[in-house]
């Protein structure tokens, strides 16, 4: 408690960060946290299996899409 009440301001550790790191280095509330560590940019360790999504999205990405004519009509009219 005595902390918190030194540092009114929590803007003001930011002129001592040193002092702040020795704080961190002796806080009890902190060595008693569990911790541990999480790499989220790493591969999953869940294998993904096809699903009827994934076929979905291959058939979408796959096809392709024709332009109707009455766009192509507009377009040659908007250039003539």
Do not use: W, Y
């Amino acid at each position: 408690m005595r902390h918190e009440t030194q540092i009114a301001n929590p803007f003001a550790m930011l002129l001592d960060p040193e002092r702040i790191a020795r704080e961190v280095e002796c806080s009890e509330r902190l060595k008693r946290l569990h911790s541990r560590i999480c790499r989220p940019l790493d591969k999953p360790l869940i294998a993904r299996r096809g699903n009827e999504l994934d076929e979905f999205d291959a058939e979408i990405e796959d096809s392709v899409i024709e332009p109707e004519l009455d766009v192509l009509e507009s377009i040659e009219t908007m250039h003539n």
